[in-house]
């Protein structure tokens, strides 16, 4: 498929719920799953800016080219996607079935591509990770099942003439990459900070649809959620204390932290 | 009889939530970073209040004809209560700003709305207040300060003293004497600050709230357009008490959030600070001192969403904002200093937050009113004024 380049782009941003990242969080030995009940639901603070790139994409192209928030997550969680709608995205779609609860990365990403695939796209955006798993798998199995090139690791995202091209981060430097559209990309944190919702994107956000997808409105041909999962966490231990930490002493100032240099570099910290 | 909208107590609006967490984020992002510096070089932080305009939080009482949201005044609490959280000297500046922008609209004639609203609503202009004077503060019927009706205008003469946004406001509600001596001879207007005659004498320097500006106007032989006047001449005192009602509930959910503030730091100090080979929490003298303070806050909390409420749905609101800025106000002014107790030495270095709430919390008790003047309020809607 060719993206005529004068056609507006279906831009669609897929984001998780989270616990709040700054909350308490606790697992329950039984499920060995998050208890979610226990903190405040927030957006993955790593979605964020994937919302923010999808929103400068549509501000650029002027050309009433529109952003869709996805999520899969039951409904208790409509205000917070609202917000997501608050910061201007156009529309969202919440994928929402018990079936789905209990989903692993596998699960997950093939019951969003069958979402995203009923919405329409010629771009998924999402983070780079989520603060609860932090697996990172998920834009590389969710490109796999739209069958999209995947540009991951974008600080940097064009959209001309039917490609997509990204300044991905790696750990020595840059790559720069084009793909045709449609694609998959996943934004870092130094592509752009999130903007706040506005008082006025909050009041328009009232107005704005949030359709619900169950298992029935979307093609699944496999067992999702906690039946199809075919990860299974089999054992939880805490990470052990941290030992004591070294205390360097020293004659005076200087050579104390000539002792803490010397010390970082054998381990190539500095 | 006209069927009085139900006020709900106990469950905000998702959408009163969305606004508070806006605020609470701007003000984490905003403000958090910069407000050690700020209070401790005493600066009014100008460029926050184009951010807070850019995402709508300076037109919180604007109606949405005006380029502002009009979310009424219980977001509007909730808001300030988020901002006074991380600096109470940003959340008086916001107060007193809304306060006159409700102050334009419910007063205003098209006119001053077409030419001041869009302005403070949306386009990145603060407005200032000035009614007390050297020898005018709870008694503001003694003010002296002079508009002298001539041909087509006033001239303006005398000095206002801790107006408060007055150094960078580009409209002042100025409270000036038209008629006679006493309440009936006094007329409010809405002054360019920079007409001529008008200019900035004094900075004034003190205990908390750095970040907000208070400064002495002098007025001499300030011309100033007839369509200054807001409402009519004689209307004027009446005006700045009206809008000092409202500005009741700003006082007061800064106070909140003051209060809250403390709560969040003794909460967090009594969990990791040990003393006898215990965290301090676990000695009922500091744990006791938390219960207490969580409780008030909720009830001090619960006060201010009420007058705003009523406020909101239209309702006679004036005694409750008193009552909610009564109880707030000494409510912080008491926890902050159980917070530094709380805190020990420490408290009282600037190494921790505290002493800049214990600062910060007393002024809630003294301006827009201060506590005797709401204990007066309260007491009069209950016995009327005896011996008058």
Redesign the interface.
Known sequence: MVIPEDRQLNIVVAVKLVPDTNADKRIDPQTRRLVRSAAETVLNPFDEYAIEAGLQLKEQLADGSSVTIVTMAPESGKEVVRKALAMGADRAVMLSDPAFAGSDVWATAYVLAAGIRRIGFDLVLTGTQSTDAITGELPGALAEYLGVPGLTYAREIHVAAGRVRVKRETDTGYQTLSAPLPALASITKSAAEPRFASLKGIMAAKKKEIAVLRLADLEIAQAVGGDGAKLEVTELTASPARAAGKTVTAADGNAGARTIVAFLKERNLL | MIAQQRVSLFELT??Q???G??AR??AR?EIAPHIERWDREHTFPRELYTKLN????M??LVPEAYGG?Q?GYLSYALAIEEVAKVDAGTAVTLSVHSMICGAIAALGSAAQKDAWLAKVGSEDCIAGFALTEPDAGSDAAAIRGRAARDGDGYVLNGRKQWCTNGGYAGVVMAMFRTGGAGSKGISAFLVDPATPGVAVEKVTRKLGIHTSDTVDLAFADARIPAQALLGHEGAGLSAALGALTAGRIGIAAQAVGILAACLDASVKFAKERSAFGRPIGAFEGIAFKIARMATDLEAARLLVYRAAALADAGRAFAVDASKAKLFASTAARVHASEAVQIHGGYGYTTEFPVERYYRDAKITEIYEGTSEIQQLIIARSLLGRLGD
């Open positions: 998702a959408e939530r969305a606004i967490e806006l984020d701007f992002d850019a995402v709508g939080l037109g919180m949201v979310t």
